[in-house]
């Protein structure tokens, strides 16, 4: 079965320091999505960014970008320029490619990012 | 600008309540989704509808009850619930079901006492 891990429950930065959040997850499939999720207090959950497995680029979204190491299954997230709007909770997701009637997406615990002024 | 809307946005009912969740996309979305959320923790998938019909139901209890009356529409019918059903209840939709990208509405907090 898929797993996905955010070993940091908890992480600060600085505003305008940048700041990377990790993810690691077991799959053996070749071919999978990887995902960022953002979820700021009583708001909505977005889409911050996301990878195709099977690209080699690493996926950027102006601030926001992956280190994507698909042999070591890591997919960090990399915030430059930190602004006080980048504080909250931050989900990593997997999903496979070819999920036929297997469609969830696997999330990791989440890691609660504070941004100091 | 959240492109899924949920109603209400709070929701406090008693055990014996009927009640109901509503959640509207008009992104011409073809799949729809329920999640439960439980504070600081990821969503848990609940049921699946892909073109208007129930694809996956995550074992949820029977006191839960999804409908669908079109592809923009998404319901849940709550019944007898329990307190620990207290949680938010995110909807999302996307392109189809195997397009992983979701977009969520903003969620309805549910308290049951």
């Known amino acids: 079965a898929q797993t996905v891990t955010q070993s940091q429950p908890e992480m600060s930065v600085q505003e305008a320091e940048t700041v990377t959040l990790s993810c690691t997850y077991d799959?053996?499939?070749?071919?999978?999505?990887l995902f960022w999720y953002k979820q700021p207090p009583s708001r909505q959950m977005i889409l911050v960014i996301r990878?195709?497995?099977?690209k080699q680029q690493n996926a950027t979204e102006n601030r926001f970008s992956v280190n994507f190491q698909k042999a070591a299954k890591s997919f960090s997230l990399k915030i430059s320029d930190s602004q006080l709007g980048d504080a909250a909770m931050y989900f990593c997701a997997y999903r496979r490619a070819n999920a036929g009637n297997n469609r969830k997406l696997i999330w990791g615990l989440g890691t609660s990012l504070a941004v100091n002024p | 600008d959240t492109e899924v809307t949920q109603t209400p946005k709070h929701l406090v009912m008693g055990m014996t309540n009927k009640k109901s969740l509503k959640c509207e996309q008009h992104?011409?979305?073809?799949?729809m989704y329920w999640y439960k959320q439980k504070a600081k923790k990821p969503p848990e998938l609940m049921f699946v509808y892909s073109y208007e019909k129930l694809s996956i139901n995550e074992s949820v209890p029977s006191r839960f009850s999804p409908e669908c009356p079109n592809s923009s529409l998404l319901n849940l019918h709550l019944h007898a619930l329990q307190p620990e059903d207290s949680a938010l209840y995110l909807c999302?939709?996307?392109?189809?079901?195997?397009?992983?990208?979701?977009?969520f509405g903003e969620g309805s907090r549910l308290t049951v006492l």
């Open positions: 990878q195709e497995a099977y």
């Open positions: 799959t053996s499939e070749s071919d999978y999505y």
């Open positions: 992104m011409g979305h073809r799949a």
């Open positions: 999302a939709s996307s392109r189809t079901a195997n397009t992983g990208e979701l977009f």
